[in-house]
């Protein structure tokens, strides 16, 4: 720093060895009470008098040069985005630093900063003390001499807790202060400290947190930036409350201390955190949501500092086609700012490579990553998991299952779970299969699969497959009610541990990371798990490719190769997905208001479900991003054989297919080869179902009477006014009498007024 001047500087003499000799000692007493009676007092006071001979001089250590930036490139080379340190840093003279700012840092992080020659004798006394009695380290003592010391002279060696790293810390905090001012070195602080989102410096910090210049910052705002110096984790972006706490532990600080008045301290503590981005952090940038989740896995492994400042070369799996692709499939179906919002993530299924990922409308508006971080209701997405867990038991998707009305199952410890099927959709049949279920998404059918298999199961194979969000084993996560969401990343990871043939690939975005010294940090190497039998995982494939072919997800079709998926929506198309795949890509996409859920009901005149607008986007983004993948079927799995439940049919001796009334005693299991199995189901007796009573032109207690004499304990009773029955008297039922109805079916009856 140009303008700083330097004092005539004097070798330490044999007082300040004498004072370095004591506090060493004092140190030494403090690790000793720390650690316990294990032989090391001796070690320590051997070693004080031999580091006092040596103490080290500041000519000996060169400033820690500007952060260098670290680099994210795509896979195929192309240069993507940075994280700089030196450019998200402008210096600033200390007369133009806030007086308010200044002495909040002084409240906070060193009270006796001008009292003191680089380090606190008082501090180390009191912390001494406290860590004494505590038997813990739980307080420091470091001023703010040897925070600069520790971040410019001794980077690599700021996150070691020794001895010896604070005795050097001492030492050198006290010949700086020999040099610079005290006024020179506060500046020389505020200009280098980090205060996150990758501001190193109060100006940045400003910039970043306020957009404004530090000279206008106010009281409010100079105590939250003074309560960062501690953790960027007390960043209003990643914890307001936080932020707050922190904040106001400055404001008393400051109170205590006479910098502030009294009205000035109880004006400004109640009011809340105003934060706003500026400008240049919201322009326009390539894969923004992709970036970032790169940057935040990278923090979670190398910290906030090495990643800004380490000049990491990052190599990640990032299609830049693709993504291109996927943001002009989401814009061209949902154009308009007022539209709800859509999230895509593309993986290469072989290897879980994320090619392309979207997280949101605009990361300058909102920096929540909807593809990762939101957890919403997946709908009839998780049927799939359902039909997965059934056939693994053995279940064939040939056994059948009513698909009309409304059903009610009584729920342990829970209120009874009532199922209807999307908009309320009948069928002229009372018998469907497990197949054509799925290829509908009939949620009546699944649900009463989902309560023959158990939740339990379910569940387990989910997660197996790549859902990372705990299920509770509810039976209504079989439909896709779950108690936490699940983000559009996992599902997509456990889709394509289907179109992987049960092989599971954890979602990759970081392949290999170089250091500014060429040392490699980091270089993926896959590891892949069989999950699900590969034939079952084929099972599967087939079944979702009717889907697409010809039931919920046709929108979606391609039409130049074979692809399989899966729509789901939740109720009041809150959510709204579709998940499908080719041999070499899926791609998940998920629509809804990212604020909160919202229905969505017609958007550009189209009613909102899984295969509307979602399939749509899948569909446009797939037809760009496979022209240069090559055409291919999906394979037969050469161990073809399939465990299926059966039973044999006493008049022929024949294997059939367990009808949902089959005793259990009844079933066994056996193998086939796939396309050999029986897919007839054994006839369901005529006395299984009972007849529903007729219950219409009756006083309602007598109605009710019969309905619960039959075995049908749900009943829903409706005013409806009709002139030609008494008052209290039933005028119709659904369903109609005469006709096989199961006892779980919710039986409506209207009653006049």
Not at 678 to 690: L, N, S, W
Request: aromatic share 10%; hydrophobic share 40%.
């Amino acid at each position: 720093m140009s303008r700083l001047r330097k004092k005539h500087y004097k070798k330490q003499g044999r007082l300040f060895k004498v004072i370095i000799g004591i506090i060493t000692i004092l140190l030494a007493i403090n690790l000793f009470f720390v650690v316990g009676f294990s032989g090391l007092t001796m070690f320590i006071f051997q070693a004080v008098g031999q580091f006092v001979d040596d103490l080290p001089q500041i000519e000996d250590f060169t400033p820690t040069e500007s952060a260098l930036t670290s680099r994210i490139y795509a896979a195929d080379g192309t240069l993507i985005a940075t994280f700089h340190g030196e450019q998200n840093r402008e210096l600033v003279a200390l007369e133009q630093i806030p007086r308010n700012l200044i002495n909040a840092v002084l409240a906070i992080e060193d009270e006796r900063y001008y009292q003191h020659q680089g380090f606190d004798l008082e501090g180390i006394m009191r912390s001494l003390i406290i860590n004494i009695v505590s038997g813990d380290v739980e307080q420091g003592a470091t001023t703010i001499t040897q925070g600069y010391i520790k971040n410019v002279y001794m980077p690599e060696e700021k996150y070691d807790i020794t001895y010896e790293r604070k005795i050097k810390e001492v030492v050198l905090s006290y010949q700086l202060e020999q040099i610079y001012t005290k006024d020179e070195i506060l500046e020389m602080y505020l200009n280098t400290v980090y205060l996150g989102e990758g501001a190193y410096g109060v100006q940045a910090a400003a910039r970043i947190y306020f957009n404004k210049d530090i000279e206008y910052l106010n009281l409010s705002e100079c105590a939250m930036i003074a309560g960062m110096l501690q953790t960027y984790l007390h960043s209003p972006y990643i914890d307001e409350n936080a932020a707050m706490e922190r904040r106001n532990l400055v404001l008393t600080n400051m109170f205590r201390l006479g910098y502030i008045e009294q009205d000035e301290y109880e004006d400004v503590i109640r009011l809340p955190i105003i934060t706003q981005r500026p400008r240049e952090e919201t322009e326009k940038g390539f894969a923004l949501y992709f970036v970032e989740h790169v940057k935040q896995e990278l923090i979670a492994k190398y910290g906030v500092e090495r990643v800004f400042e380490g000049g990491f070369e990052i190599y990640t799996t990032l299609d830049p086609k693709m993504q291109i692709y996927a943001e002009n499939a989401i814009q061209e179906i949902l154009p308009h700012p007022e539209d709800p919002s859509a999230a895509l993530v593309a993986i290469d299924p072989k290897n879980g490579y994320i090619k392309a990922m979207v997280g949101g409308k605009d990361f300058g508006d909102m920096k929540f990553n909807l593809a990762t971080q939101a957890k919403r209701q997946p709908g009839s997405t998780f049927k799939i998991f359902a039909l997965l867990a059934a056939m693994e038991q053995g279940v064939s998707p040939y056994m059948t299952f009513n698909p009309n009305g409304t059903v009610m199952f009584d729920i342990f410890g829970s209120e009874p779970w009532e199922v209807g099927n999307y908009n309320n959709a009948s069928y002229e049949v009372n018998e469907l299969p497990i197949l054509e279920a799925t290829v509908k998404s009939i949620n009546v059918v699944y649900s009463q699969l989902i309560m023959k298999i158990g939740a339990y199961g379910i569940a387990g194979i989910a997660m197996d497959m790549g859902i990372e969000t705990m299920l509770n084993p509810y039976p209504a996560i079989g439909l896709g009610g779950l108690t936490i969401g699940v983000s559009a990343l996992e599902v997509g990871a456990a889709f394509s541990t289907i179109a992987n043939y049960g092989v599971k690939n954890e979602p990759i975005a970081i392949l290999k990371v170089i250091d500014k010294d060429g040392l490699v940090m980091e270089e993926h190497e896959q590891n892949s798990a069989q999950v699900l039998s590969a034939i079952n995982a084929f099972r599967a494939i087939e079944i979702m490719e009717q889907a697409m072919l010809r039931g919920t997800g046709t929108n979606a079709r391609l039409d130049d190769r074979p692809c399989a998926g899966k729509t789901g929506t939740t109720q009041e198309a809150e959510n709204a997905w579709f998940t499908g795949f080719t041999t070499n890509l899926l791609a998940c996409v998920w629509m809804g208001y990212p604020e909160t859920n919202i229905k969505m009901g017609y958007v550009h005149d189209i009613r909102v479900a899984g295969g509307s607008h979602p399939a749509r986007i899948w569909n446009l983004f797939m037809k760009e991003a496979t022209k240069e993948l090559p055409i291919e079927n999906f394979i037969r799995p050469l161990d073809d054989m399939i465990n299926l439940q059966v039973v044999q049919n006493p008049e022929t001796g024949k294997y059939m297919i367990p009808n949902r009334f089959t005793p259990q005693e009844q079933i066994m299991i056996k193998q086939f080869r796939y396309g050999t199995e029986p897919v007839v189901q054994m006839p369901i007796p005529e006395d299984a179902i009972p007849l529903m009573p007729m219950v219409s032109l009756m006083p309602i207690n007598e109605a009710n009477h019969i309905l619960i004499e039959a075995g049908y304990n749900n009943i829903l009773y409706k005013n409806e006014s009709y002139a030609e029955v008494p008052s209290g008297h039933t005028h119709r039922q659904d369903p109609m009498w005469g006709q096989p109805v199961e006892l779980i079916r919710k039986i409506t009856i209207w009653v006049n007024p």
